[in-house]
């Protein structure tokens, strides 16, 4: 008998909606990050956005924090679209939370600005009444530069320049302005055999040097890179394509027959 009044009490509870309907504990609410964009030039403002479940009638408030890890990145200002929840901000960790129990689905948006190239990793987490764990990555990639070139004495596509194999080449382009000497993308430059092509213009590069070795320099008066190409004497009556790759993955190209 007993049995049967709690069972009847429970049935009246929940149609008057005073007991909650069985379902996932507030330990399952998952909380979500998203990026604006990917990937990100390095020093070009991006956002998070964090979105929070609402919550319950009864809960509690809750924290919510994020932290950027990887490639340098710091958070520079936040919105949110519930006047109840307010953010600090300090370098690459965000806090937000707030003082009043219960309140709806909460957009987080935090301004980031990456400062290296690299891998950014945000991960949110969500303290409190409800529970959950959420990350992303976004990719910061290099600056774009400003390439003109090549320059004398190397011709750019299509005329193919001619030299005696073993030389050395001085390959001239410019970046508009000192860009350091880490400006190559990894393993580059590189030249790769190729089938010589038939009526293709021809132009002997007039400048070639007997250096031991393959160099970079940059000249300021002229603002001019000079990258010292050495062949091989191996590649004699053969045709390669130089590849000049920069760390902004462009590629910037130009054809040579030996003899």
Sequence with gaps: MRRLAVLFSAAVLSAAGLLAAAGPAH?????????????????????????????????QPYFVTVDLTGAAATFTGYSVDNPLVFCTLSGAHASCSSPVPHYPTAAITLNVLPTAAGTVIASTAVSGD????????????????????????????????????GRAVPVKFSLHGNQGLNIFASGYPVSQNVTCTTGAPLDPVE??????????????????????????SAWQNTCRTFDLKLSDSTDHTANFKFS
């Design 27 to 59: 330990a399952d609410a998952v909380v979500q990050i998203t990026d604006s964009a990917d990937p990100v030039p390095v020093n070009t403002s991006y956002n998070y956005v964090v979105t929070i479940p609402n919550t319950g009638p009864n809960d």
């Design 130 to 165: 409800i529970t959950g764990s959420d990350s992303t990555t976004t990719t910061i990639t290099g600056a774009t530069f400003a390439f003109s070139g090549f320059f004398q004495p190397v011709d750019n596509p299509p005329t193919v320049n001619t030299m005696k194999a």
């Design 207 to 232: 400048e070639t040097t007997g250096a031991g070795q393959s160099s970079l320099s940059y000249d300021a008066a002229s603002d001019t890179y000079t990258y010292v190409w050495k062949t091989d």
